[in-house]
Every structure is written in C-alpha cells, then in structure tokens.
C-alpha cells in the first residue's frame, strides 16, 4: 500500500482515499453529487471534466478487435429509464455548478445517449453553453450490426457557471497549437495507447493528450481542477503535467488504485506517460 493512501474517516469533513505527499493530487472515494459539495467549499474549483456514466450497459453487444463482446462496463453504467438518469445528470450537475469559481468552466463528455440531457440539464441550472466540441476517432471500432453509420465521434461541452461569468480561455495557446490559427471544434484524437493502459484498464478511458488539452485551454497552472468521475485517473494526469491541482472522485476503488499507480510512476519520473506527444488536430 502506498504512502500516501489514506481511507475515509467516518462522518464529519470527506478524507481523502489518497493524498499525494505535495498535496496537489487527492483522490476521494464515495458519491460525486455528496462529496462534489463539500470539497468545493473548502476552496472551488476552476475547471471541472466529467465523463458521467453514458447508461449503457444494458445487455447490448460491441465490437473489440474484430470480435463481438458485451458492452456491460460495471453496475455505475446501467440505465435508470430516461426520466432517472435525466434526474441523475440534474443532480451532479447542479454541485458541481456550486462547485465552480466565478469564472470557471466544466466540461462534460457524451454521446447521444447522454449528452442531450446534459445539455438540458445545463440549460435548466443556468449554465453558459460556450462550444460544444466534437472529438473524432479516427479509428472507431466498426458496426457489427450493419444497420448504423459507425459511430466515430464523441461530444465535449463547454460551460461556464452562469450567463455573467468571464470564462476562463487560453485561446492564444490554442491557436498557436493550431499553427497560428483559430482552432475549430473539431478535435482529433486516437484512443488511448497501450502505455497509457499499462496498470490496468478503465472500460471507458479517455486518452491523454485530448486532457491535456481541455486542461491547457480552460486553466492555467496552479488552478484547482476537478473530475467527479475520476476512472482511470485521466484528468488528473494531465492536470500535474501541466502544473495543475486536481481532486478525483469515483464509486470504484480498483479504478481509484488504478489512478494512484499513474500518478506515482508519474511524479516517480519514470518519462514515458510524459513523453506521450500531442496528437495534431485535423
Ligand atoms: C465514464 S467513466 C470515466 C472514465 C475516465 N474519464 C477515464 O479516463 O478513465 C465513469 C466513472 O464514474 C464512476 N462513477 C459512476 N457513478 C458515480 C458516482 N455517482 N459518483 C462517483 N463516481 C461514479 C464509475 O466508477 C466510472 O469509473
């Protein structure tokens, strides 16, 4: 067991699972919309990513490698009816609004199955809309069932906690990662590699460097960063490579594990996971 891992004291003030000895990583185990609450009192938050559940688990079938599998993630990803997970969105979404500082943004990925209601959800809380990104995957696994265009897109968006706030933007930095142009949308990324992968899979992992990106362009160093549905640990690897602080929570505390090994291997300056490059936006 790790130095730095700590488990949740009973009632009172949330402990974190585990804090890193600069105090810059925490990581919190337990339900986001209780938890997202009482940690954004104590000081809130300047970016918030969320990758929520996409309520897909449901007995269906996917394509892995050629081959058909279930596409059953974990309990945390089963549908509660259409009513229950627009209810769910409502919930999280609405601590993590009182959650943010004045001028800071969230970001919330989905696909059709979610991310109309988070959108709604938004527009319900009072929340900005600022873009709504596109990530494409170049390489998206094929449709089995021949009856679909293969899905090969995610969705990002972007909003700042209410119509007044001056949202945060490094837009110069964006553009000039764009080769001194205004940059679109439109994002390319690869799934995740194998390296990133290298303690264990997250059924849903997103890749590196699209967090590196949403970390640079919506934060700047030394800002509190958080994902309410931390995985794999993702946001929170590009959020110290970048300087930044960041606090994850998640249900499961093999993926909580899971997150404190990349950390570590990442401030244990092992180079490879930093050495990842960006991947060219198209
Ligand atoms: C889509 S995955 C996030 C994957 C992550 N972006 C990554 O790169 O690894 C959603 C995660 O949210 C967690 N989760 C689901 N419901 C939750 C809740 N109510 N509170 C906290 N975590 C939750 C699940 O255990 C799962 O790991």
Not at 174 to 199: D, I, L, Y
Request: proline share 7%.
């Amino acid at each position: 067991m790790s130095s730095g891992l700590m488990r949740s004291a009973p009632g009172g003030e949330p402990s974190p699972y585990y804090l890193a000895p600069s105090e810059n990583f925490s990581l919190y185990q337990g339900d986001c919309i209780e938890l997202v609450s009482q940690l954004g009192q104590e000081e809130p938050f300047d970016l918030i990513f969320a990758d929520p559940p996409y309520f897909l688990s449901n007995g269906g079938v996917t394509c892995k490698g050629g081959r058909m599998v279930s596409v059953h993630k974990g309990d945390w990803d089963r549908s509660r009816g259409a009513d229950g997970n627009h209810e769910f969105n409502l919930a999280w979404l609405e601590a993590c609004q009182q959650a943010l500082s004045d001028n800071g943004t969230i970001m919330v990925s989905g696909t059709h199955h979610t991310i109309y209601s988070i959108g709604h959800a938004m527009q319900q809380l009072g929340f900005k809309i600022l873009n709504a990104l596109t990530w494409v995957k170049p390489n998206p696994p094929p449709n089995l069932s021949c009856r679909y265009f293969t899905h090969a897109t995610e969705t990002i968006l972007w909003a700042a906690r209410d119509k007044k706030a001056k949202h945060h933007f490094n837009y110069k930095e964006m553009k000039a990662e764009n080769g001194g142009k205004q940059m679109k949308s439109v994002w390319t990324f690869s799934p995740p590699r194998k390296a990133e992968k290298r303690f264990g899979k997250h059924p849903t992992q997103k890749p590196l460097p699209l967090l590196e990106r949403i970390i640079r362009a919506a934060s700047d160093p030394g800002h509190r960063v958080l994902d309410p549905f931390n995985g794999s640990g993702t946001t929170g690897i590009a959020a110290i490579r970048h300087g930044r602080r960041y606090v994850g929570i998640d249900l499961n505390d093999a993926y909580l594990d899971l997150s404190v090994q990349r950390y570590e291997e990442l401030v244990g300056d092992l180079p490879d996971e930093r050495d990842l490059p960006l991947v060219a936006n198209s």
